[in-house]
């Protein structure tokens, strides 16, 4: 069967670090999705990988592994306005999108 | 960008009645069009998936005489919810994409339907 896990839930300071993992098995691959979706409000695209490597945007970024089956979203200068769920989907071979449960992340000052 | 829109944003309706959920692609023709239903606290379930002028593909589990898809044009599809019960209440999501290998799907605003 296909199956995508990250953990349910976690927390970080403001200004901080975090990462966030997904590990994924599915039938083919044709990317993975990175979203962030607020309480009560579709989800909003982050970010795409399809090669090995990481991807940098702003404060984002996101790092695949194929091979693993392992990708990471790093969130930077942590904002309070950054907490929200955080779904990753891979697309694949009938270019299917399969959905993670999502990453609540909860931001403290 | 990509917008897509859904209409209405917020509905409530009494049980045993119909509802009728719109999502456009507003500046893109849309090959293909999905609809997500999301419960409190879980993750996005893919229902269905439609393509322009073809009858849409159902997920396991999805009732399609109880959630009627149309995909009439490349902008429209329509979700209808037919008697519509309490435990219908949840978050509806629309997304498209332009072409079959396209990567990226854009999702519509979402729609919260509330049955009484």
């Known amino acids: 069967g296909q199956n995508i896990d990250q953990p349910t839930e976690m927390t970080a300071t403001e200004g901080a670090i975090v990462q966030i993992n997904c590990t994924y098995q599915?039938?083919?691959?044709?990317?993975l999705f990175w979203y962030q979706q607020h309480a009560g409000e579709a989800p909003t695209f982050l970010s795409y990988?399809?090669l090995d490597g990481l991807e940098e945007k702003g404060r984002f970024s996101s790092f695949l592994s194929r091979s693993k089956g392992y990708s990471y979203l790093l969130l930077k200068e942590l904002q309070m306005k950054d907490s929200a769920s955080y779904l990753c989907a891979v697309m694949d071979s009938n270019y299917q999108l399969i959905w993670g449960a999502g990453t609540k992340l909860i931001i403290k000052p | 960008g990509a917008v897509v829109s859904q209409h209405p944003s917020w509905v409530i309706c009494k049980s045993g009645t119909s509802v009728k959920i719109e999502c456009r692609s507003l500046?893109?023709?849309?090959?293909?069009m999905f609809w997500y239903r999301q419960f409190p606290k879980q993750s996005l379930m893919l229902m269905a998936t439609s393509n322009e002028g073809s009858k849409a593909t159902y997920e396991q589990g999805v009732e399609k005489d109880k959630f009627l898809i149309n995909h009439a044009s490349l902008t429209l599809s329509t979700l209808t919810v037919t008697s519509a019960h309490p435990e219908d209440s949840s978050f509806y999501i629309c997304?498209?994409?332009?072409?079959?290998?396209?990567?990226?799907?854009?999702f519509g605003p979402g729609t919260r339907l509330t049955v009484t």
């Open positions: 997304s498209a994409r332009d072409s079959r290998e396209s990567a990226e799907q854009y």
């Open positions: 599915t039938s083919g691959f044709n990317g």
């Open positions: 990988n399809v």
């Open positions: 500046d893109f023709q849309a090959t293909t």
